[in-house]
């Protein structure tokens, strides 16, 4: 059974940067479009971020040059690389495989 595991969240100021990470087991990066998505609190669960599996990205306008999307499929992780944070990305971020299967995300607060 496909497990997904996100981390790296946290609480960080305006203008800071944050790594998260996805983890996956049973099931594979490298042969599906993964992506992020995210959820605010009292807001739809919104795109983020997709990869392709020859590694072609995409990203929703309110991330687009801030957040960086990449996979390492050895590793069978994806990554989501966010600078420049607002108050406005804080919500709990999922990773998806593809496949349907998500992790039970992970908690970003940007607040000063």
């Known amino acids: 059974q496909a497990q997904l595991v996100e981390s790296g969240g946290g609480l960080v100021q305006p203008g800071e940067s944050l790594r998260l990470s996805c983890a996956a087991s049973?099931?594979?990066?490298?042969?599906?479009?993964a992506g992020w998505y995210r959820q605010a609190p009292g807001k739809q669960h919104e795109f983020v971020a997709r990869?392709?599996?020859?590694?072609?990205?995409d990203y929703a306008n309110s991330v687009r040059g801030r957040f960086t999307i990449s996979k390492d499929n050895a590793k069978n992780t994806l990554y989501l690389q966010m600078n420049n944070l607002k108050p406005g990305d804080t919500a709990v971020y999922y990773c998806?495989?593809?496949?349907?299967?998500w992790g039970r995300g992970t908690q970003v607060t940007v607040s000063s």
């Open positions: 990869i392709t599996p020859d590694g072609t990205t």
């Open positions: 998806d495989d593809g496949f349907g299967h």
């Open positions: 049973g099931s594979w990066f490298s042969v599906n479009t």
